[in-house]
């Protein structure tokens, strides 16, 4: 049995064209196909979807808080202290934030073992104040209370804990100095703050 012999096609200029031309528009088709999705997709998101994207970019802005500055230590001439900083750990919600107000005081009431009565005055300050200002959940926490409200931020929108000082005044050893510094005290004061007697 004999195989006719095909006959090769001669390239001319003109059926290279063609081939390039036709490649050349299946490839523009594709990539105007994946435009036209992209445009589609982003016509869906700013149009459909406005609300849901305006509220995320909303809570996701700066947040301004004022952090009490530390104070320094204030100590007698045999350096005992008379006044020093403690760590004051607290928890506030911030209700614009706030997404399921019960079920966050709820977490949080289990959370810091918040009695009845203060989980009601949670509530009631939640309801009667501004969106942007926080309410006080609790204050003078322990590390213990404070890290496992911490670890679980990200389960409760709103929560705002916050790290503090505090000023102890000693009791025991109370001055009695309770007017302005005079400029003969402000001579006294060495580098390091400490008052030379």
């Known amino acids: 049995m004999k195989f006719p012999l095909l006959k090769r096609k001669s390239l001319t200029e003109a059926s290279q064209t063609f081939t ?27 149009v459909a979807e406005n609300e849901k994207y305006a509220m995320l970019s909303e809570s996701n802005r700066v947040n301004l808080t004022l952090i009490p500055p530390r104070r320094g230590w204030i100590i007698d001439r045999n350096g005992r202290p008379l006044a020093n900083n403690r760590t004051d750990f607290r928890v506030d919600l911030i209700p614009q934030r706030v997404v399921d107000a019960e079920g966050t005081i709820r977490h949080l009431a289990q959370l810091l073992s918040l009695e009845s009565d203060e989980v009601e005055r949670i509530r009631e300050e ?18 213990e209370q404070y890290a ?13 804990p916050s790290q503090a000082f505090r000023a102890i005044i000693r009791p025991d050893r109370r001055s009695g100095i309770c007017s302005a510094m005079s400029d003969r005290l402000r001579r006294r004061i060495t580098r390091n703050g400490v008052i030379r007697c």
């Open 20 to 46: 390039f031309s036709r490649r050349t528009m299946v490839l523009g088709a594709i990539q105007g196909g994946f435009g036209a999705m992209l445009a589609a997709r982003m016509a869906w998101i700013s």
């Open 148 to 160: 496992a409200v911490s670890v679980r931020l990200p389960d409760l929108p709103g929560v705002a």
């Open 126 to 143: 939640l309801d009667k104040s501004a969106r942007f200002r926080p309410v006080q959940v609790s204050d003078k926490l322990t590390y």
